[in-house]
Structure formats: structure tokens, C-alpha cells
């Protein structure tokens, strides 16, 4: 143990000493990154103000009668020892207000509530223990970008029609990628995981009344297609906004008046605040009230942009119900959101400064990842009841019933890498208990069911509370295989967990057809990823693993491939449009951005025929056989 108060403070505020990588290597936390770190969370690195803030915190420790946040059951009224002979005060989510006295609470309904004793602040995680075992199902992801019939971008029109179809079709779900609000003026910003704002809807969506037509192509061209889709929805709503959009606007609370600010200030001084005067980089300066006076209409146009976005899925999601779908809409939540959007502008106290959230290396990145996205502070998130991430989950179960959460592994530790070039990155502890019980709060109370990707370097424990908690993990055929085998071995259908959505691939990786072409691989050497002799030995496993899968499903047609999925016991199964349309490219290429055309791929085919594919009738037997 070190003497070193910055060690001690760094370990109080949940940094981790180090990490085993996968072949167990021991990577231990540095000077350089514990500092890095600390001052990314606002705290210290000199040692005697190290010392001063960590015995503040011990103090505050010392004088609690109960941490910060606490974990109940909901539906009970939960006796918590802290309170033994002292009054309290109870702050229910709807505002109702109680008093009493002792270590017996009432009844909590499930939600956030806060409770004051002794001048300390508790908040109460009122959740179920947890969420019902999910319905097997089956249904099909696609690329909401690309499913226009022209060169225009994909709108929520265009994923009703494809609800719709699919729903009749047989399917019980259609998923997306994140609808988090984006970049609407920075036309190469069109990652939906890198977002602006992941309590907002994404705008570039929208269908507008009345739109010009885009040239088609195998690619979106998003510098022609984007503007003239915002300058169709500006003249839309300068027209005629429509019945109710002022009496909704009126209405508005201060979160969504404030991310129409940021945006309107960003069509005015360039997407990212960073860029911006340094009047404008505080949501609370003069010159931003200022301009909210002097620019009313252009917030009002942007909160409209919201307004629009929600409706247009209502119509979603009504789809989907007339269809008899099971779940409807499967939305994902980026882990992250970009460190100068709309969301660190409205509330920098809750992110963390200076890093992004990434990967330490492992045998599928050497150099490990850093993804460009902004940690949530876990300190700032306690401070606030956690609401921040659950007013970010009920935007999504607003109009899903089934929610994917992105490197759900962030829930327990989270990889934070330093701008800094040479400093190593680190895991910061994050509060587990508390994220999963306002994960299942949120999913209760919308009748939800949560999807946690469990990919990667798993910490210990992780999917075993996941699992008591009922939120499903994901299982990916092409990496479900026995590692530690001396030769290939994947595991057969009845080996795959049930609690899990299954399958075949993601937008990160290969399509069934290009996974057995190795396209993956041709693309990491064409652009020099790897060497010519290392493609040569990656192809020549692939070669092995394609040989050794398709033996075990009985064949290497797309139907062998969804019933063999469709035989294992996961509750829920997952397959591609780019599979059912027979797709040799991928989505999106992790690590490149210009180099791939990520995000860009259209599937070329009407929206409205998708549920006449004969692939897709072919699928819905079989799920049906195997009673999906």
C-alpha cells in the first residue's frame, strides 16, 4: 500500500488500481492516470489538497445516518437501521411529502424518491427485484438511415411502413440503431453512437410534408440529403407548425428549453460548443439569455423539431400494435454521448473532462479504443438521484418495448482514457446497483425489457446479476465458440444462455455473406490494418470456421443459419435485413470514420415490399416452427 493521499482519493472516488487483460496480464494504474483521472472529476491532484478533500469525504461519511442512495424493494415499505430514532422527511417522486420518525418507511411505489434526515439528502431506488421473463420472440434489425426509396435518408415514415409490413409478416420486433438527437448542421457527424443529445430525439428523421427527392445510389450522399431535408422542415414549420405545437411549447420544462437554445445557437456558431465564443459555453452566461430574447422564434423552431420527431413514432409504434407485434420498436442507447453536444452544454457537471470512454487492448484492438465519448461523472450522477439516466431511458421506452443498452459493462466499470498522448487509460467503478435498479424502474414502468450487450472483457460477476435482475444479455453467433478448444469449436444451439438476445452478427460486424467471403478481412488490409501475411493467416482461419459452423447448422444458406438461431433456447432472436436480402457489406467498420463507408449503406428496396420477401416469409416459418 502507498502512503500517497492521491492513491487514497483516487481509490475513495472508485478509480481501480489496475485490470487483468485477457491473457491475464496485470496492467496497474499509474501516477500519470490516477492524475488524469482525478482532475478529469474535478478533484485535486496536488497531495495536500488530496489529503484535505479526502478527509472531507470521510467526515461526510462519518456524519450520515445512510449513503447517498439506497436500493429498496418497490411496493414495500422498506425499515432502513439509519433512522432509528430519528425523524425523517420523505420527498416522493410525484412531489407528495411525508414525515415520521424511526427506521420504518411507508410503502414506496416504484420510481425515485428522496429522503432528508439529520440535514443529509438519501435518494431511494424504488425497483422491482426484477423484470419479468422477457416472451420468446423473434424480429429483425435494420438500418433506419436506409431505408428511404430515393437518396433521402430514412424517415420515421419510412420505418412505420416497414413496421407495419414486418409486423404482418410475422415479426415481433424491428430494431434500429440509437434515434439520439445528432449534428443537424455537420453533415459528417452521422455516427449514431457518437450523439449529440441521448435524451432527444434525432431530427434528420423527420419526414417533412413536402420534400425534393435525392438522386439514388448505393450510398447516402448526407451532404445533399441533410440540408435540403432541415430546409424542408424549416419551411414547414414557418408555414404552419401545426394544431398544438404552441400550446405544447408553452408547456415545455427547462431541459427541453435548453437543448432548443443549443441548438439554435449551434445552427449560428457551428455544431460543437467547444468551437464557440467563450460567452456561449455556458448555458447560464448573460450573452446566452440574451440570445434565447433575441432568437425566440429559432428555439421555438427547434423544440417543434422535437415535437415532430415524437409524433411521427407515435405513428410508429401505433403501427406496430395494429400489426400484433410483441415489442414493437428494439431502440438501443448509445453508451456515451460526444464531449461537445448539446448534452455536456446543458449539464457539464455530470460529465467528466479531459477523457473519453473507451476499451483497454485485447486481441481484437492491440492498442486498445478510445471512443470519443464523455464519461458520466458517477459522483455527480448519485448527487442528482440518478434521474439524468433515467429521464434518458424513458425517452426510449416512450416508444419501445424493448431496449438495447450499449456496452452495458459500463454499468459496472467504466474504461476512461486521457487526452493526453502516452497516458494509459483505467476503469473507474461505477455504481452497479443503483444503475440496474433505475434500469429496471424504467423498464416496469413502461412494461419493457432491457437488452444489455455483454461483449468483451466482462467483469467478474456481471452477468450473474444481470441475470437475477432478468435484463437479457446478447449472445453473437460468429464469437460463440469454445476459446480455450484447441481447434474451432463453436457451441451447439442447445449450449446458448436463455436470458439473451441472440444473433448471428451486429452493425459492427461482418453479414452472413461476408463473414464466410472474409470481406471483413479484405477491408483491414486494404487499408492497412493488417499486413498481407496477416490477412493470409486471418483468412485462412475464417476459411476454418466457416467449414466448422456450417457443418454444425447443416448448410451455408441464410435458412440453415436462422434455424439453427432459431433452436437455441435464447428468448429472443435477432436477424439482419442485410442477411434476408443476401448483403456482402457490413454497417459500419469499427475504427474508421472516412476510410469505410459506415453509416451510408442503403438496402435498396421499398420500404413498404419488405414484408413481401420471400427471405422473410421463409424466416417467419421457421421461427414459427420453433414457437417464436
Known sequence: MTDDPRDALAARLGVIDGYHDPTGAWHATGPETRDAILAAMGEPVAPDEARDRLDALTRDDATRPLPPWVVVGSGRGPALEGLAGRDWRLIREDGVTEAGQGPELPILSNGIHRLEVGGHETWLLAAPERLPDAPRGWGITLPLYGLAGDGRIGSYADLR???????????????????????????????????????????????????????????????????????????????????????????????LERFALHQALSARLGP??????????????????????AHANDCAFHGWLQWRADAQLVEVRQAAEAAGMAYGLYLDLAVGTHPHGAETWGRPDLFARGVSLGAPPDAFSAGGQSWGL????????????????????????????????????????AFWVPEQDGVPGAYVRMPREALLAVARIEAARAGGTVVGEDLGNIPDGLQHVLWESRILGCRVAQFEQDWDAEEIRFKPADRYAPAALTSFSTHDLPTWEGWKAGRDIAWRRDLGDISEDGAREARARRNEEVARLTELIGGAGVDDLHAFLARTPSWLIAVQIEDLLGRLEQANLPGTIHQHPNWRRRIGMDPAKLGQLDAVARTADIMRDHDR
Open 374 to 413: 464523455a464519461p458520466l461523472h458517477p459522483l455527480a450522477l448519485a448527487r442528482d438521484g440518478f434521474r439524468p439516466l433515467a429521464a434518458i431511458l424513458q425517452r426510449q421506452f416512450a416508444h419501445a418495448r424493448l431496449l438495447r443498452i450499449d456496452h452495458i459493462l459500463g454499468f459496472d466499470r
Open 272 to 293: 460543437r460548443w467547444s468551437d464557440w465564443p467563450a460567452p456561449y459555453r455556458r448555458p447560464d452566461s448573460p450573452e446566452v439569455a440574451e440570445f434565447a430574447r
Open 161 to 255: 411502413m416497414a413496421v407495419e409490413r414486418l409486423g404482418h409478416a410475422g415479426a415481433g420486433f424491428v430494431g434500429i440503431n440509437p434515434i439520439h438527437a445528432g449534428f443537424p448542421t455537420d453533415t459528417d457527424a452521422i455516427s449514431p453512437y457518437a450523439p449529440s443529445h441521448r435524451g432527444r430525439l434525432a431530427v434528420h428523421h423527420i419526414a417533412p410534408r413536402d420534400e425534393p427527392g435525392q438522386a439514388a445510389g448505393d450510398l447516402i450522399d448526407y451532404a445533399a440529403a441533410q440540408p435540403g431535408r432541415m430546409d424542408a422542415l424549416r419551411a414547414e414549420f414557418d408555414a404552419d407548425p401545426g394544431a398544438g405545437f404552441q400550446a405544447w411549447w408553452a408547456a415545455r420544462d427547462a431541459d
